[in-house]
Nanobody, 122 residues
Framework: VQLVESGGRLVQAGGSLRLSCAVSGRTFSAGGVGWFRQAPGKEREFLGAITWSHRLTHFADSVKGRFTISMDNAQNTVYLQMNGLKPEDTAIYYC????????????????WGQGTQVTVSS
């Protein structure tokens, strides 16, 4: 399974940004895609996830109400829509595949993208 994130860039505080995660090589129907981020000097943080089956989503409290996750009809691309961005949202953003579900724990995810940088200026 290969994942490629895109869409990261410099954005002003209060702005919006949509990240994309292109997924290829998947041969299983279960599981889902999670979004994480990691800021310098901090641990990787779970943001939210979506299941391939029924497209169920769940989010970390820290981003609930500001971030949403969606998937295209072919289930090849997963999007992270981020609104009301703050300087503390600055980080490298990663998508990952959990073949067994759409967990919060990063250890559940076996496949990761290379990340895309999001920088929010004040």
């Amino acid at each position: 399974v290969q994942l490629v994130e895109s869409g990261g860039r410099l954005v002003q505080a209060g702005g919006s940004l949509r990240l994309s995660c292109a997924v290829s090589g998947r041969t299983f129907s279960a599981g889902g895609v999670g979004w994480f981020r990691q800021a310098p000097g901090k641990e990787r943080e779970f943001l939210g996830a979506i299941t391939w089956s029924h497209r169920l989503t769940h989010f970390a409290d820290s981003v609930k109400g500001r971030f949403t996750i969606s998937m295209d009809n072919a289930q090849n691309t997963v999007y992270l829509q981020m609104n009301g961005l703050k300087p503390e949202d600055t980080a490298i953003y990663y998508c990952a595949v959990d073949s067994g579900g759409a967990a919060q724990a990063s250890q559940a995810y076996s496949y990761w993208g290379q990340g895309t940088q999001v920088t929010v200026s004040s």
